[in-house]
């Protein structure tokens, strides 16, 4: 059952070879097991999440089943969550119950999802190795002394040690694509406005955006029909007919015209990951498709103009925890000010300051045009380097991540060397356009690679087809650690 | 450009988080490696070039002057660190 698909699982429940109280069961129980371990989930509540399953059961048993209903996922701990602890990894949240639902746990909800537990993660998603979260590091599960990735390191380690058939990530720089890569797993970052931001704790808004983990591609495809949708509570949302993102899974790629980007198979990639990504489009060239050489020429910009964008628009958004309302508040001050100052400072870790500090000063007057400005206007060269590319080919692929899952501790003091681990994936957010990570193999100490492909905006169907095609041929994603097999 | 520590208290000033000395040349030292990254940005000649903040070409949604939300607040306030009769308690502002 720990491998079953997302649609396996829901033949079971429709079936009633198992129940959702059974299912839910087993994977708490399992979480219960390995957590201790890996540090996945930051909150588990076994109490809810069994009323869930029950509510999903009567759905089941009144006929109002859906593909999801009854059906185990793992929440991250960004996405509000009434009732539950909504830390978003931080000690400033530790406090937090939240009193409302994002609009992506809503549609979980009416889907009769059972939310299986609140998923650890950097501290307000800032950082690629988990270890930014006030809560501690989370452990990769193919090697428990390499990080998982970040931000959604706890969703991708909860998907890869099986403890929950599939989980939420939100992506503002490859937040959900570089953890996947790192774990073995398959995540998608649709195109910007898809899923609502709605109740989705804001780090960069014009780059945040939440998206599926899964095992598969099949898998991805069903969890994004639920998340998926226009929400007017959110100003970004985009509004669009619904779609089913599985009806074109079985397609062909007989003739699928694949862009490599020359400045991706340069320096940076190390040769245990482009040994998996070259075999893999080997794989695709034998599935009948052809490759073309595309160029991304301002590529080496998309890090510093992320570096501006990303902190500046979080410097904005942050300024909300005040220790007034909701959140952390210090034990001690003199003065208001003083409050803000010391409950923020202590707060927050010190990747959010940093973070906070970089994001006020290129904002702060006499420096707007030549930061902010000036990122912004480098941001559209990147997107137009995009839609020259896709001008010559159908979809982009190239390596998720310069390498393979690094150890726990080795870039944790060095911010530019960790900012660097996301070359590949940031300039896609940039762009607003949508990009997957699928396993393709293993590299260095056996720890898996991560094959990144990025769509079109609203290809999202073509990319799963893309990647499920691949699936049918390769084994590389229901492959798991040989440790964690019960 | 190079950052000195008066720039780095004065921006903490601005994003209202208290830093010690040390802290303070920590930070200096990390944020000078991150402008280091940055700085490549300047080499490029954007002067014909339009900011970009949304990936589609669409405009602000509006919505109707109406009221949507009902009160809620005894929820939100029994998360509040410190409230009195309703009010959100802060030190006192006006002496």
């Known amino acids: 059952m720990l491998n079953s698909s997302l649609k396996q699982l829901s033949t079971l429940l429709a079936t009633k070879k198992i129940s959702s109280v059974e299912l839910t069961g087993e994977f708490l129980k399992r979480v219960k097991a390995l957590n201790p371990d890996y540090n996945a989930f930051i909150t588990v509540?076994?109490?809810?999440?069994?009323?869930?399953?029950?509510?999903?059961?009567?759905?089941?048993?009144?006929?109002?089943?859906?593909?999801?209903?009854?059906?185990?996922?793992?929440?991250?701990?960004?996405?509000?969550?009434?009732?539950?602890?909504?830390?978003?990894?931080s000690?400033?949240?530790?406090?937090?119950?939240?009193?409302?639902?994002?609009?992506?746990?809503?549609?979980?909800?009416?889907?009769?999802?059972?939310?299986?537990?609140?998923?650890?993660?950097?501290?307000?998603?800032?950082?690629?190795?988990?270890?930014?979260?006030?809560?501690?590091?989370?452990?990769?599960?193919?090697?428990?002394?390499?990080?998982?990735?970040?931000?959604?390191?706890?969703?991708?380690?909860?998907?890869?040690?099986?403890?929950?058939?599939?989980?939420?990530?939100?992506?503002?720089?490859?937040s959900i694509r570089q953890p996947a890569a790192l774990c073995g797993i398959s995540g998608i970052k649709p195109t910007y406005g898809l899923v609502s931001r709605y109740g989705m704790i804001a780090f960069a808004s014009s780059l945040d955006q939440g998206g599926p983990m899964a095992k598969s591609a099949e898998d991805l495809a069903l969890m994004l029909n639920v998340m998926a949708g226009f929400d007017t509570r959110d100003s970004t949302s985009l509004q669009r007919a619904p779609e089913d993102y599985a009806r074109d899974l079985?397609?062909?790629?007989?003739?699928?015209?694949?862009?490599?980007?020359?400045?991706?198979?340069?320096?940076?990639?190390?040769?245990?990951?482009?040994?998996?990504?070259?075999?893999?489009?080997?794989?695709?060239?034998?599935?009948?498709?052809?490759?073309?050489?595309?160029?991304?020429?301002?590529?080496?910009?998309?890090?510093?103009?992320?570096?501006v964008l990303a902190p500046a628009e979080a410097s904005s958004n942050l300024s909300r925890f005040d220790g007034v309302r909701y959140g952390y508040r210090a034990p001690e001050y003199t003065d208001l000010n003083d409050m803000y100052q010391k409950s923020r400072a202590q707060g927050f870790g010190a990747e959010v300051k940093r973070r906070i500090l970089i994001g006020t000063y290129v904002l702060s007057h006499?420096?707007?045009?030549?930061?902010?400005?000036?990122?912004?206007?480098?941001?559209?060269?990147?997107?137009?380097?995009?839609?020259a590319a896709f001008a010559q080919c159908d979809i982009i692929m190239g390596p998720t991540t310069p390498t393979v899952a690094f150890a726990l501790g080795e870039k944790s003091s060095n911010p530019v060397q960790m900012y660097l681990s996301d070359?590949?994936?940031?300039?896609?957010?940039?762009?607003?356009?949508?990009?997957?990570?699928?396993?393709?193999?293993?590299?260095?100490?056996?720890?898996?690679?991560?094959?990144?492909?990025?769509?079109?905006?609203?290809?999202?169907?073509?990319?799963?087809n893309v990647a499920h095609q691949y699936q049918q041929v390769t084994d590389w994603h229901i492959r798991m650690p040989d440790k964690l097999i019960a | 450009m190079s950052l000195s520590l008066d720039d780095i208290k004065r921006?903490?000033?601005?994003?209202?988080?208290?830093?010690?000395?040390?802290?303070?040349?920590?930070?200096?030292?990390?944020?000078?490696?991150?402008?280091?990254?940055?700085?490549?940005?300047?080499?490029?000649?954007?002067?014909?070039?339009?900011?970009?903040?949304?990936?589609?070409?669409?405009?602000?949604r509006l919505?109707?002057?109406?009221?949507?939300?009902?009160?809620?607040?005894?929820?939100?306030q029994s998360i509040a660190p410190k409230t009195e009769v309703g009010l959100y308690l802060v030190p006192k502002v006006i002496e």
Request: proline share 5%.
């Open chain 2, 63 to 76: 919505r109707d002057d109406t009221v949507t939300e009902s009160d809620q607040r005894e929820l939100f």
């Open chain 1, 91 to 174: 000690k400033m949240l530790s406090n937090f119950v939240s009193p409302y639902d994002a609009g992506v746990i809503e549609r979980f909800n009416a889907a009769g999802a059972v939310n299986i537990g609140k998923t650890n993660m950097d501290e307000f998603a800032m950082g690629s190795s988990n270890e930014t979260s006030f809560y501690g590091p989370v452990k990769n599960p193919w090697d428990i002394t390499a990080v998982p990735g970040g931000s959604s390191g706890g969703s991708a380690c909860a998907v890869a040690a099986r403890m929950a058939p599939a989980a939420t990530g939100t992506d503002t720089g490859g």
């Open chain 1, 45 to 89: 509540d076994e109490k809810m999440s069994l009323a869930q399953a029950q509510t999903a059961d009567a759905m089941i048993a009144s006929g109002q089943a859906q593909p999801l209903t009854g059906i185990p996922i793992a929440q991250k701990d960004i996405f509000c969550t009434k009732g539950w602890l909504t830390t978003c990894g």
């Open chain 1, 423 to 464: 070359t590949y994936t940031i300039a896609t957010n940039l762009a607003g356009l949508p990009g997957m990570s699928i396993p393709a193999g293993f590299g260095d100490n056996n720890r898996p690679v991560g094959l990144h492909i990025i769509g079109n905006y609203f290809a999202e169907a073509q990319m799963l």
């Open chain 1, 250 to 307: 079985a397609g062909p790629l007989q003739g699928l015209r694949i862009g490599l980007p020359k400045e991706y198979f340069v320096a940076g990639m190390s040769a245990d990951v482009a040994r998996a990504v070259e075999a893999a489009i080997a794989e695709y060239r034998k599935l009948g498709a052809e490759t073309v050489e595309v160029s991304l020429p301002n590529t080496k910009l998309s890090i510093p103009v992320y570096y």
């Open chain 1, 366 to 387: 006499g420096y707007y045009d030549a930061y902010y400005i000036q990122a912004q206007k480098l941001r559209r060269l990147i997107a137009q380097d995009f839609a």
């Open chain 2, 11 to 60: 921006v903490a000033n601005l994003a209202c988080i208290e830093v010690s000395e040390t802290e303070a040349a920590t930070a200096l030292i990390q944020l000078s490696g991150i402008f280091g990254l940055i700085e490549q940005m300047q080499a490029v000649d954007t002067s014909a070039i339009e900011p970009m903040s949304h990936a589609q070409d669409v405009v602000q």
